[in-house]
């Protein structure tokens, strides 16, 4: 059978900084693909609070125990990277209904670049489904404590942010 990279899974996102809730979706997907990408999105309208290989350092050092996550960045349209990486599986959270919209419209899309691409979306864990990472950098910004909410390494990296570090 030819082999169509149908295993591989590609989880991309903003990441800026990755949370908890990114967390758990990552380790619980990575049960069910055998490789999973996480590919981090270089989007420069956002203007993101980690550069990209700030981004893709505090993920890599969040999941270095498990073996079948691979950490990467990104620029093009996904479905061009997904392409050069003969992946053909979307993962992404869903955490209320107020996500699916948006997600649907992600999702529909690029079915429509390509109907190779299959979406899977996995309900957040109920403790994380009021996580961002846009709340969690207004909790630091303001010094606040964020130590449920993200790994240790990006607790310690939103301190040296906001103590002008
Ligand atoms: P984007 O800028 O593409 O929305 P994010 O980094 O904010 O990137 O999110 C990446 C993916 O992770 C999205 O599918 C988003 O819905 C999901 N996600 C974000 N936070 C959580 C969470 N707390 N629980 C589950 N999924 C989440």
Do not use: C
């Not at 169509?4 to 908890?20: C, L």
């Not at 909790?139 to 939103?158: K, N, Q, T, Y």
């Amino acid at each position: 059978m030819e082999d169509k990279g149908w295993k591989v899974a590609v989880y991309p996102g903003s990441f800026d900084p990755v949370t908890n809730g990114h967390l758990d979706i990552i380790r619980r997907a990575a049960k069910v693909f055998d490789k999973l990408i996480v590919a981090v999105l270089n989007n420069t309208s956002k203007n993101p609070l980690f550069t990209l290989e700030e981004r893709l350092e505090l993920l890599r050092q969040a999941t270095a125990d498990l073996p079948n996550v691979e950490i990467d960045g990104f620029r093009d349209l996904l479905i061009s990277y997904m392409k050069q990486k003969n992946a053909h599986l979307v993962v992404r959270g869903l955490r209320a209904v107020s996500d699916f919209e948006y997600e649907l419209q992600l999702a529909l899309n690029n079915r429509h670049l390509s109907e190779d691409i299959e979406t899977f979306f996995m309900p957040s864990t109920p403790q994380y489904s009021f996580l961002s990472s846009s709340i969690v950098k207004e909790i630091a910004r303001f010094h606040g404590p964020v130590s449920d909410l993200v790994p240790p390494e990006v607790e310690r990296a939103l301190t040296r942010k906001f103590s002008g570090g």
